[in-house]
């Protein structure tokens, strides 16, 4: 089962609005990160929040975890067009191994009209 | 800046072909991943590998295997190439004791 799943499935918003995407996950974990994907192209990582914090920040992004309802949200604000891609959501169970296994959810497509 | 390549963007290929898939990472990094990428399912993990020659099976390696010979090079193999094997797929790699994971630009395989 997927640990991680997003909502919306897709979000269409004007250049200068806000984004808020969701992400929510089933078991504990030890940190999750959000990924962006241009159309065709690889993953791209844009920011990593561990179990024990509650909100970080990054330039125009703001992320927050609520483990207790075990979900998480991106914020991205003043968006622009280039803004336009997927966004994923990624979830790293804790455990004793040290390479860093992710379960990604099933993403959010952002479109940004100028 | 790590980079993350794959040996093709697209590729097409006939069912029952064998298939190679080739990853290269320039940063030394011990960890390489192959996922799968299909419209409403996100990414999937197929097989990683935490040091040269060896793996480990991710949520979904039946029908792929891999191989890690050298550090910076990890192969996905599809042993006889089918229909529902027709996807996109990533390649990704991390340091051990980091948490990001590098993507490649990914591979389009069309299996006819």
């Known amino acids: 089962s997927q640990q991680g799943e997003e909502d919306p499935q897709a979000l269409s918003i004007q250049e200068g609005e806000n984004a808020t995407m969701n992400c929510s996950y089933k078991?504990?974990?030890?940190?999750l990160q959000w990924y962006r994907q241009n159309s065709g192209r690889g993953l791209v990582h844009l920011i990593l929040i561990r179990s024990n914090e509650r909100e970080k920040h990054s330039g125009r992004l703001r992320v927050t975890l609520d483990t207790s309802k075990k979900s998480s949200s991106l914020l991205i604000t003043a968006s622009r067009a280039a803004d336009t891609a997927s966004y994923f959501c990624?979830?790293?169970?804790?455990?004793?191994?040290?390479?860093?296994?992710?379960?990604f959810g099933q993403g959010t497509i952002l479109t940004v009209h100028p | 800046d790590v980079k993350v390549t794959q040996s093709s963007r697209y590729l097409v290929k006939r069912t029952g072909e064998k298939v190679f898939l080739e990853c290269v990472q320039d940063?030394?990094?011990?960890?390489m991943f192959w996922y799968r990428q299909d419209p409403g399912l996100g990414l999937r993990l197929i097989y990683f590998?935490?040091?040269?020659?060896?793996?480990e099976k991710g949520d979904i390696p039946e029908g792929y295997s891999v191989s890690r010979e050298k550090k910076e090079r990890f192969s996905l193999i599809l042993e006889s190439a089918s229909t529902n094997q027709t996807s996109m797929y990533l390649c990704?790699?991390?340091?051990?004791?980091?948490?990001?994971?590098?993507f490649g630009p990914g591979t389009r395989l069309l299996v006819l």
């Open positions: 990624a979830a790293r169970s804790p455990g004793g191994t040290s390479y860093g296994k992710l379960t």
């Open positions: 078991t504990s974990i030890n940190n």
């Open positions: 940063m030394d990094h011990e960890n």
């Open positions: 590998s935490y040091d040269v020659k060896m793996k």
């Open positions: 990704a790699s991390s340091l051990t004791g980091k948490e990001t994971q590098y």
